[in-house]
C-alpha cells in the first residue's frame, strides 16, 4: 500500500498514476476537514491562483513539458483538454470543471482510497509520496523539519483578482492576442501615458496588506504588481503591461495594456493577467478601477496573498525525487521547490513511476537533463546557489551540440526533449 499525502495536481497525478498500474494507493487530503489559507472547494486539483496553465507552444519551455506529460497520460493534461477555455497561444482552463474532472477519476478509480484528515506525523517505514503543495499544514511542516534538519524555507504568493464580464466597459477596450497568434481571446484595456502615469503613482503609494511576519519575501516569478511597480515603472511596461504586438483596432499602439483572461466557460469572469497583489481589498476597487474599460468593475474575487513553503531539494531530495534520508519516502509539486502548475503535476508522475519501480525492485529512473521535466528535477536537486522555486525554462538545459541559427533554438529544445522522453518511455516499458 502506498500513501499520498495531498490532492492537490502532483498527489492526483501520483495516485493516477499508481492506480492505473494497479497499485493500492491511500490518498490523504484534509480539505473539507481543515482547509488552506487559499483553497475554497474540497476538490482534488484546485487551482487557486491563475486558471492558465501557460503556453501551448513546442517552442515553449512548459509548452513543451505539457506534451512531455502527454506522452506519460497525464491526468492533469487530459482534464485541461476536456475544459480548455480560449486563451490564444496559452492553455486555460474552467477551473471548476477542471477540478471536477479530476476529483471524479479519483474517487471513482477503485484503487484509490481517500481519506479526509489532516495527516501530522510520517513513518519512516511507509512509502510515501508527500505532495501537500506550497500550503503545507503547520504540523506537517513542522514534522519535515524535525525529520530532515533543515531551515524552514517560504515564500509569499499572490494572486489576481477576478472581474465580472458584464461591468467591463467595452467601448474602451478590444479583443486581441499578442501578434494576432491565435483567435483574439484577450480583453485589452489600454493606456494613454497621462491615464498609466496616474495610475502608476496611485498604483506604488496604495495600501499593503502586512504579512503575518510583517516581511514580504516574494518569489520572483509570481511577484506583486505593486512590489514589481516599486522597481520603476519601465517594469510594468516592459512586463505584464507591454503593448507590444497588442495594437489598436485603428493600428495605433497604446502606452500600456493590461490584459484580461477568460477564467470560466461561460465567460462571465476575467482574470487580470500579471496581477497578483497584495494590496487591501479597498485600495485594490479604487486603484484598479482607474484602468480603462474598468472604471465600473465588479469584483468576483479580489487579490490575496498567502505563504507558500517548499524544502531546501538539493540537501534533501535525489534527482529520483525520493529522499537522502530514507529512500522509500517521495516528495512532489511545489513542496519539491519546483513553480507552477504544470511543473508539480509533472512531478507527481516522476515520484508515481518511482514508486513503482521501488516497489518492483526495480532501478529508480533519472530523467535525461534534456528533456525539459528532467532538466527542472536536476536543477532543484543540484542547485548550489541560494535555492529557489524554479518553473520550466530553457536557461536550465544543456546547450544544443549540433550547429544552428538562434531563431531554430527553441524548436530544437523541443524536438530533442520529446525524442528523450520517447527514448525513456519505450526503454523502461512506461
Do not use: W
Not at 146 to 153: A, L
Not at 290 to 295: D, T
Amino acid at each position: 500500500m502506498v500513501k499520498i499525502i495531498g490532492g492537490g495536481l502532483a498527489g492526483s497525478e501520483a495516485a493516477y498514476y499508481l492506480a492505473n498500474q494497479g497499485i493500492k494507493v491511500t490518498l490523504y487530503e484534509m480539505r473539507p476537514v481543515k482547509y488552506t489559507d487559499a483553497h475554497k472547494t474540497a476538490k482534488f486539483g484546485e487551482l487557486v491562483c491563475s486558471n492558465s496553465l501557460k503556453s501551448n507552444s513546442l517552442e515553449n519551455a512548459c509548452g513543451i513539458l505539457k506534451e512531455e506529460m502527454r506522452m506519460l497520460n497525464s491526468l492533469t493534461m487530459k482534464a485541461a483538454s476536456l475544459t480548455s477555455v480560449p486563451a490564444g497561444q496559452s492553455l486555460a482552463v474552467d477551473r471548476e470543471g477542471f477540478s471536477e474532472y479530476i476529483t471524479n477519476e479519483i474517487k471513482n478509480n477503485k484503487n484509490i482510497t481517500i481519506v479526509n484528515e489532516e495527516i501530522i506525523n510520517i513513518d519512516p517505514n511507509d512509502i510515501i509520496i508527500i505532495a501537500t503543495g506550497p500550503l503545507t499544514s503547520d504540523s506537517l511542516s513542522k514534522k519535515i523539519k524535525e525529520m530532515f534538519g533543515d531551515d524552514d524555507y517560504y515564500f509569499y504568493d499572490a494572486q489576481a483578482p477576478i472581474i465580472y464580464a458584464d461591468s467591463i466597459d467595452y467601448n474602451k477596450v478590444y479583443f486581441k492576442s499578442r501578434y494576432d497568434k491565435g483567435d483574439a481571446d484577450y480583453i485589452n484595456c489600454p493606456f494613454t501615458k497621462e491615464e498609466f502615469d496616474n495610475f502608476y503613482h496611485e498604483l506604488i503609494n496604495a495600501e499593503e496588506t502586512l504579512t503575518p511576519d510583517f516581511e514580504l519575501k516574494v518569489f520572483e516569478g509570481c511577484m506583486p504588481i505593486e512590489e514589481m511597480a516599486k522597481r520603476g515603472e519601465k517594469t510594468l511596461t516592459f512586463g505584464p503591461m507591454k503593448p507590444v504586438g497588442l495594437r489598436r483596432p485603428d493600428g495605433t499602439t497604446p502606452y500600456a495594456v493590461l490584459q484580461l483572461r477568460q477564467d470560466d466557460s461561460a465567460k462571465t469572469l476575467y482574470n487580470m493577467v500579471g496581477f497578483q497583489t497584495h494590496l487591501k481589498f479597498g485600495e485594490q476597487k479604487r486603484v484598479f478601477q482607474m484602468i480603462p474599460g474598468l472604471e465600473n468593475a465588479r469584483f468576483a474575487k479580489y487579490g490575496r496573498i498567502h505563504k507558500n513553503t517548499y524544502i531546501n531539494a538539493p540537501k534533501i531530495l535525489n534527482p529520483t525525487l525520493n529522499t537522502k534520508l530514507y529512500q522509500n519516502i517521495f516528495f512532489a509539486g511545489q513542496l519539491s521547490g519546483v513553480e507552477g502548475y504544470v511543473e508539480s503535476a509533472a512531478t507527481g508522475i516522476l515520484a508515481g513511476i518511482n514508486v513503482k519501480r521501488l516497489l518492483n525492485n526495480e532501478e529508480l529512473i533519472t530523467l535525461p537533463k534534456e528533456t525539459i521535466l528532467g532538466s527542472l528535477v536536476n536543477y532543484i536537486t543540484s542547485s548550489n546557489v541560494d535555492f529557489q522555486p524554479m518553473n520550466a525554462n530553457f536557461g536550465i538545459l544543456p546547450p544544443l551540440e549540433e550547429t544552428h541559427h538562434k531563431k531554430e533554438r527553441k524548436a530544437l529544445y523541443g524536438k530533442r526533449a520529446l525524442s528523450k522522453m520517447k527514448e525513456v518511455i519505450l526503454k523502461y516499458e512506461l
